[in-house]
């Protein structure tokens, strides 16, 4: 299992929110490719990257932060979400070395768009879908809808997406333990990969989420916790590594 740490971005700077709420925000940097080199020299594999001021335009906002870190880091796996919505930003995050790109709000609102660039960019798309109370949320986490996350999931496995990024957005940021119940039923229902995101704490997260991986869970993303220290990034990704070996 991989541990992804995350970097949302907004107004240029490293920050995280709570529940997404773009006006509880909490400043860890403001030079945020410094901070994906140092998850990446702790042993980062990979690192979810978030254009929050994109998921709120609609558009990309922070593109050349991004660009930059995937420059900076050839050898690390880069996702990225937050205001892709066509053909043309994914094409510009992919050329820039971009391995993965997160379709979130337009999922929701436009499905087929999703299987048109499954079969634009095959093996490169990957769905977010994020939830409370079992319904899918959309534009920043400002609207919820009335889709159900396992309907669309099976959906979206079926135009062909890489994996699904589910969050449970009660606990994203209150490092309330992730839901791991909640992943696991989504899991049951499809065969694609599942990232796990929103409310790891610490270590014991980590190792439960470890404990039920063969289920379908390729990975956890970590914000708030690895920033405040009340999960060891380093001490994370060593113990990932030496359970995989």
């Not at 335009?57 to 880091?73: F, R």
């Not at 065969?191 to 796990?196: D, E, G, H, L, N």
């Not at 989420?209 to 379908?216: F, H, S, Y």
């Not at 708030?224 to 990034?233: C, F, K, P, Q």
Request: a negative charge; charged letters at 25%; proline letters at 3%.
């Amino acid at each position: 299992m991989l541990l992804i740490p995350a970097i949302d971005i907004k107004d240029g700077k490293c920050v995280r929110l709570r529940q997404g709420k773009m006006e509880d925000e909490t400043i860890y940097s403001d030079k945020p490719v410094e901070v994906a080199m140092r998850w990446a020299s702790e042993g980062a594999s990979r690192i979810h990257l978030v254009d929050l001021d994109g998921a709120i335009s609609g558009k990309p906002v922070n593109a050349d932060i991004i660009h930059a870190i995937s420059e900076a880091l050839p050898e690390t796996t880069i996702q990225v979400g937050g205001g892709i919505r066509d053909e043309d930003t994914i094409q510009t995050y992919l050329n820039a070395g971009v391995n993965y790109v997160i379709i979130g709000t337009k999922a929701v609102t436009t499905p087929h768009f999703v299987s048109d660039v499954c079969i634009e960019f095959p093996g490169h798309i990957i769905v977010g879908l994020d939830a409370k109370d079992g319904k899918l949320a959309t534009e920043g986490w400002s609207k919820l809808s009335n889709h159900d996350v396992v309907d669309i999931a099976l959906k979206f496995e079926e135009d062909g997406v890489n994996s699904i990024i589910f969050t449970d957005i009660g606990r994203d940021g209150m490092m309330t333990a992730v839901n791991i119940d909640a992943t696991l039923e989504l899991c049951k229902q499809i065969t694609i990969p599942v990232i796990a995101s929103g409310g790891i704490s610490g270590m014991e997260d980590i190792k439960a989420l470890c404990k039920v991986a063969d289920e379908g869970i390729e990975g956890a993303i970590s914000g708030r916790a690895i920033y405040e220290g009340t999960l060891d990034h380093a001490a994370a990704q060593k113990y990932l590594k030496d359970i995989g070996n």
